[in-house]
């Protein structure tokens, strides 16, 4: 057993970045709709209270002023609750933004179900589906400070598009310190060759906690860490399924049209093996705060652990 | 420029987008005579732009909210020289730059997509907000539809304009009084226009949107009144200049057959200044 380790809230980390940013490059504005709190603005406000742009509780013009900034030359951080961001504006987020190349950096907050209790209204769990169906658009779930850190200093130095899914559930350091964002790129949490789980966001830690499990079973899971949804490492993925045979996917999002479906994808075209899906569903979910809707959907270490048990059963 | 001048551009951008529109087989013609003139005024005497530095970063916006008129915006974008003319000829042909909604990453001259409405004025706030952020001189125009007002998005962009005080920010609404399927009296309401964007916190002028003196009046930088978005009502005709399309609401996307056609250029070539 390892010990207890740590949680953190990944928008301290972006906070700081963005910070960080805006004081080296007076161009980097800020931008969200009456979330300077929930969005973790107010020090940024502070500092730089005219590139603070608050739109107000108005995500299409949220979405079109970041467009129009980005086009006055201004480097924008566009920030709200994933679930309104992505919901509500997604036409501007398709027209504007990704059609339009608007070198826009979408920061969907409190991603996944981290409003709990909240209840769907508040859940972000089609935004995987709905934005990794747009080109031009990278799709992006940090699993832990450090890779928060790295994604926001990588989203500042591209030139384009993208979004950023950010949680506010505690999760542990699992990168090294020193960890850089590669777009599209997987990274090997764990090695293994009896099966793949690969997991995004706040799965990823569930995901080696499950390892441990399998391995005391007598299973070795191979970990992958799967931030970018789009583009996909296509490479990790067909070399995951030739070597272990088996993928298992964890995600904080439906099963329908999220990191499952993008691997599934993948694999029915390059390397059919047996796989499993697993995440919200297909329902809107009850009352309970995040950590126990995902237990309750199967996404507790022991959970996964033991869906992968059932899928390394189907192994020819 | 002067006005005699720019009415022969406005007449010849005409006779351009009646040919495109006519040789393509599709388009939005009576929203494109309805704009012809606004358009015209902004890119041969207003809109501060240069075709040989099209992102000039001082250069001044302007954003055709109304999408669906990409057709005369390529033309007057050619006849500005941003496109060369004989390309208006591939209007609508496969893989052509110039399909049915203007695309900012091909054409040179376009700031943003557009296309889906009540997306331009948001986008315009954006653009203001950055000229004003810098202290830059640059100005934004954007250009919608009467019954594209329909769209809430307009609303919300119409608040933060007037909360940032964006006196660099000019909205023209194309006021023709008609939407795609009927008059948008008898659809959804929007009169009077004026008092709804003074209530918004906006300054507002109504003009005669064929009269090329008063739209080079109205957007004049004398014009600007300070601390407040400048939105102009311009009174317009669909279907302008062609006398059996005018305030024909069945004309929004109609497509004129080869009499019509000849007749339609006939009465603009007996127009012509």
Redesign the interface.
Known sequence: MTAPRQLHDCRDAFTAVLEALAAANPDV?AVCNDSVGSSKLGGFRDQWP??L?N??I?E??L????????????L?FVCGASCFLTGRAL??IK??IA????NVKLCGMSSGMAYGELGPTHHSIEDFAWLRALPNLPVIAPCDRIETAAATRFAASYDGPLFLRLSRVGVPDLLPADHEFALGKANLLRVGDDLTIIANGVLSHRALAAADLLAAQGLEARVLNMATVRPLDDEAIIRAAAETGALLTCEEHTVFGGLGSAVAEVVVRHRPVPMEILGVPGIFAPTGSANFLLDEFGLSPAGIAQSAGRLVARKG | MEAHQLRAIANRIRRRDLQAVFEAGAGHIGGEMSVIDLLTVLYFHVLNVDPNAPRD?QRD?FVLSKGHTACALYVTLAEAGFLPKAEISTFLQPHSRLNGHP???KVPGV??????L??G???????????Q??GAAWR?FVLTGDGEMQE??NW??A??AA?FGLDNLTLIIDHNRFQQGASVAGTNNLAPIPPRFEAFGWAVAEIDGHDIEAIIEALAPAARVPGKPKCIVAHTNKGQGISFMRDRVEWHHKVPNREQYERARQELEEAMP
């Open positions: 504005v005219e590139r742009i739109v107000g108005a299409q013009n979405v079109g002023v970041g467009a129009g900034l980005a086009n006055g030359g201004k924008p036409e501007q027209a504007d059609y339009s190349n608007a | 970063p916006r695309n900012c990453t700031e943003t997509n557009t296309g889906p009540g997306h004025l948001p986008v315009a706030v954006g653009m203001a907000k950055a000229a952020l810098d934004t809430g998005s919300e962009a608040m933060a909360q």
